[in-house]
């Protein structure tokens, strides 16, 4: 069985997603709908922009994303795409390969456990390139500071950087439950077992680990950003406080004399 996701939005409206869309709705919650599309085709969509198909040709998949541009807010110029394979191989054990996995039992369950992980890894590419894209401006201001000893920036520029990087990190730790488990793991040891090799085989721990890093560096940076712009911003308010000081002084001195 193919499985293929697609990151295609910073966001999927799925209540108006869930009323149009006209497939068997197998379980859903506020942020995630689970579809049966046809007898073996199933389909995936969270809320985070990021909507997986299991067994669906390239032809249905194709048609399904159309359908899906009506619900999507904020369109990615370029969509992130990841695949994977479970082949099911009774007796033997589960075995995690790169880009697929053997079980001896497929289980819609295991299918929509693959599917999340997924989903998963492929919203963890968007963020990470996101936030390797801020690092890359956040060292232009660096150079900035090296090459020319100061830091070239309006205030409305440095806030809007400060808001797309809380902004970016803000829906890191809405959109990426890595460590929580679905609540059919909970009680299924297999299906748990599934969970957490799939998680080791996407690296999503580590993977999260350094896209918070990177936040934590670009982070960093700001608040000596914002220091140094505070300090410029006090310096000038210093001198013009001299300079009326000057004025008034001057003033003052011309009155005496004539």
Known sequence: MKITAFHIAEQLTLKSLKSAYAATLLQENPSELFYRVDEAGLLYAFDYGV????????????????LLQQFCINPL?????????????????LTFNFD????????????????LNLAQSVVMDHYAQRAQSLLGEIRGFTNQMETGGN?????????????????????????????DGPETTWEDEYLDRVHRGLSR???????????????????????VFRELYLHRESSKLEWIIIILICIEVVDLFISKLF
């Open 201 to 223: 085989t996407f690296e999503l721990p580590t993977r999260f680990k350094e896209i918070e890093y990177t936040f934590k560096i670009i982070e960093d940076n700001l608040s």
């Open 151 to 179: 830091i070239r920036i309006s205030r409305a520029n440095m806030l809007r950087f400060i808001g797309r990087t809380l902004n970016s990190k803000n829906k890191v730790v809405e959109n990426l439950y890595i460590f």
């Open 77 to 93: 110029p370029e969509k992130i795409q990841d695949d994977f394979e479970i082949t099911e191989r009774e007796g033997e054990p």
């Open 51 to 66: 909507v997986v198909f299991a067994n669906i040709t390239d032809v249905d998949i194709s048609k399904n994303l159309l």
């Open 100 to 115: 697929s996995l053997n079980v001896p039992r497929l289980t819609d369950e295991v299918i929509k456990i693959a599917m």
